[in-house]
Every structure is written in structure tokens, then in C-alpha cells.
């Protein structure tokens, strides 16, 4: 959990990629970053480059919002008091160093454990910049049921499934599943009980994958 809270409320190193390979930059911590965005106006429109918004970024002002009550929510649980006017970092760092990672944490009405409500709070800020490649699972997520998760594009409630494969933006190689509902994540090493999780019939899967890529080599 450090490492994430690390890279919310830090400057951190990035690593981006350039025609000449991957290049570290500092970039300033995803907080300072969302914030950033809210007045000056600029977010990615699923690249690298940077596009002219409005002078205040509405869709960065939701996220930060949701994000900023949800670490005082979080802090206010622990501490059990109404916190000062402290910016949001702060908050983060001090809650970060009270809680158990596997401490299990209520925000916006929703049970997370902590350190996977951390991992969730970054990448909400990292596919804000960067939209992911995602692909739905048309099935419910085992943890927690949910089928599909809302989210309002143009003022409207758009549905679409709660689990996803999450892809490498820059080769397409799947990083890891989730559900966007509870937070919850599987490595490529687990995606086989993912699977099994699901009621699939993976062995059978395989064989039908393995025929086809014998039939195109």
C-alpha cells in the first residue's frame, strides 16, 4: 500500500515511452496532477497528447471530488473526528500510516479493503490522464455480484460490465481483470481461477485456443 500512496501525494518517477524506448521522467504525485487538471483545464483524450478543455475541467472536478470525500471519509472512520483544513495528501499520508492494509474500510457506501481502495483511488486518477484498452466480461463478479457499474458521459447514465481485462495501452498484452465495482483484481497468474471462478470451462477453453492457433500457424 506504500508504494501507491506514494505515488497520490509524491512526486514519483513515470516511465514514458518515447521512439527511443522507455524514458523516467518525474511527474508530480496523481493528486497534484487531478488537481492541476480541475483549473488549468487539461486532460488526455485517451493518448499522450494534451487537448484545450474548458477552464476548469469538469470531468477532472468530479473524480478529484469523489476522491477527496472518499480519503475523509476514510480518515474520519479512524480517527473519529471531524479533520482540519488540511490538503488531501496530508489526510492520505496520516490515514495510510494508521490503517492495516487488510483493515477493511467503508467509502461511498461501499466495503473496500484498504489497501485495495488505495490501488483503486490511483487508477481512477491514472485512466482519467490515460484511458486504459478495456475489454468487458459478460458475467457478474463473484466477490461482490455486481453485473454492471454506471457512469454518467454527457450528463447520462452509460452501463457497461463490471468486470474487465485491463490491457497494455501500448501492446495489448492483458495486465489483469477487475471489477470495477468493488475493486477487486487478478493477476495473469490467476486468471484461470478467475475463470473457474466464473463457471468457465477454462480446460475447454484452452483446447479451443490452441486448435485454432494450430489452424492459422
Not at 511527474?27 to 487538471?37: E, F
Not at 483511488?121 to 466477490?143: N, Y
Not at 461482490?144 to 485491463?166: I, M, P, T, W
Request: contains cysteine; aromatic residues 8%.
Amino acid at each position: 500500500m506504500t508504494v501507491d500512496v506514494e505515488v497520490l501525494i509524491h512526486d514519483h518517477k513515470k516511465a514514458i515511452s518515447t521512439i527511443d524506448g522507455l524514458e523516467f521522467h518525474m511527474v508530480s504525485g496523481l493528486l497534484a496532477q487531478l488537481r492541476d487538471a480541475v483549473f488549468g483545464g487539461m486532460e488526455t483524450t485517451g493518448g499522450s497528447a494534451l487537448g484545450s478543455k474548458l477552464p476548469i475541467s469538469a470531468a477532472a472536478l468530479d473524480l478529484y471530488t469523489v476522491i477527496d470525500r472518499e480519503i475523509a471519509e476514510a480518515w474520519v472512520a479512524s480517527f473519529n473526528r471531524v479533520p482540519g483544513t488540511d490538503r488531501t495528501e496530508r489526510l492520505l499520508a496520516e490515514w495510510a500510516i494508521h490503517i492495516a492494509g487488510d483493515a477493511i474500510v467503508i467509502a461511498g457506501g461501499k466495503e473496500y479493503m484498504a489497501e485495495a481502495l488505495v490501488v483503486r483511488w490511483v487508477r481512477k486518477v491514472e485512466d482519467f490522464f490515460d484511458p486504459p484498452r478495456l475489454s468487458e466480461i459478460q458475467a457478474a463478479c463473484f466477490v461482490c455480484d455486481a453485473r454492471y457499474v454506471y457512469s454518467k458521459v454527457d450528463g447520462e447514465d452509460v452501463r457497461s460490465a463490471a468486470l474487465r481485462f485491463h490491457r497494455s495501452r501500448d501492446t495489448g498484452e492483458t495486465l489483469d481483470a477487475r471489477c470495477m465495482a468493488c475493486g477487486k483484481a487478478w493477476l495473469p497468474h490467476e486468471f484461470d481461477f478467475l475463470g473457474k471462478s466464473l463457471g468457465i470451462d477454462v480446460e475447454r477453453k484452452k483446447a479451443e485456443h490452441a486448435e485454432k492457433e494450430s489452424q492459422t500457424g
